[in-house]
């Protein structure tokens, strides 16, 4: 007797489906559906995202890279922490013309539940720029993103440092040195996360 065919599995059927949602200083907004398995831990996998499929509303949005890290699974929505942006390459392109000058800082800050968080702050002049002025417009950049990161939780800073509210402050303070067109946070990494029984600790600080 002919041997009866074995049965193909459909691994796809095997699979369970989780929403992936934006961390709490996005609004917890769904951002991705990404499929499981029951040996699958999916804690640690980062999702890319832009701006504009969180906000939905100005299509420039659409140049800002979110990166969001998986935390935890409940129920069906998978948790994240927000891990970081960045400028797309052709929108950092676009800011660079001829004539003008490009500063740039890249610093470690300590928020006030300690987190640690790169930042990379840019800065472009209308005109050419002198070793001086860069060093007084570094300065400024470093003072106003310390206070900044020393004065709120991560996800407020996190939420600052993507809509630019952070480069809106070092803009206000930098236009006094020199003349500028474009100040942005071009990019931004977390880098450690407080330990949790540190992190119980300064909660209250958080609130």
Known sequence: MPKKAAKVRDKWKLKSWVTVTASPSFGNAPIARIPLTDIQKPEGRVIETTLYDILKQDPQHYAFKLFFQVDRIEGGTAYTVFKGHEYSREFLRSLIRRGSSMSDFIHDYTTKDGYVVRVYCTALSQGKMNSSKKHDLRLIMDQVIREKAASMNYE???????????????YNEAKKVTHLRHVGVRKSKLITRPEPRKAEQLAPLAA
């Open 156 to 170: 407020g800073f996190a939420q600052e440092l993507v809509l630019q509210k952070v480069a809106s402050d070092v």
